[in-house]
């Protein structure tokens, strides 16, 4: 996808960080069958892609999730369409069983899968930071990239820089997660999450 090598550096940044403070990492992939309804020779609306199991449906060789990592794939139905991480999965209940209140969001397509699994996240009621130059967009259409992100913010969202991030990892394991609290606070606190769904 053009442009998606640009956010693996500023996506490591967090998975470095997140795996120094020992905090629960997410990764969500597409892996569709051969006959995927979304595929455009199945009368869908994307090219082929993801298909499980090939070359193109493995993470990018240079992101450097951490071991612990938690794999949620999507898309592995040929007739179920599933753009976001928590369609027909179970990453809530993951979720809900650490305690995570707030997710930290990057990835692939704001105006496809991170879009619908950050509208699926406040639904559930929780607190969403969107990790803004480590995404890029799918943009079928002009724009459609730049309105699904001033969507998200106007929904809740709170959108930061990795840059913000940069050095927490090397402060005193004592004082890491106390630091990224600080660095969020500011816009993290404004945030109105909804009420838990159960």
């Known amino acids: 996808m053009p442009g998606s090598q640009a956010i693996l550096e500023p996506a490591n940044v967090c998975l470095d960080l997140f795996a120094a403070l020992r905090l629960p990492v997410f990764a969500s992939r597409d892996w569709h069958p051969k006959k995927h309804c979304s595929f455009s020779a199945q009368g869908g609306h994307l090219p082929e892609h993801c298909v499980a199991g090939t070359e193109g449906a493995r993470f990018a060789a240079g992101l450097r999730l951490p071991a612990s990592a ?16 928590f369609t027909d999965s179970d990453l809530d209940l993951h979720l809900s069983a650490l305690g995570v209140q707030r997710l930290f969001i990057a990835g692939l397509s704001p105006d496809f899968g991170v879009l ?11 607190w969403v930071v969107l990790v803004s130059d480590a995404v890029v967009t799918v943009d079928q259409r002009l724009g459609d990239g730049a309105r699904a992100l001033a969507a ?47």
């Not at 809740?156 to 005193?172: L, Y």
């Open 116 to 126: 619908n699994a950050v509208v699926d996240a406040l639904g559930w009621g929780y």
């Open 70 to 85: 938690t794999v949620v794939s999507k898309g592995v139905s040929a007739d179920t369409d599933a753009f976001s991480a």
């Open 152 to 198: 998200l913010q106007q929904a809740g969202v709170v959108a930061v820089r990795s840059a913000a991030f940069v050095g927490i990892d090397n402060k005193r394991r004592a004082t890491r997660a106390k630091a990224l609290e600080t660095t969020i606070s500011g816009v993290a606190r404004a945030e109105r999450p909804l009420a838990r769904q159960g």
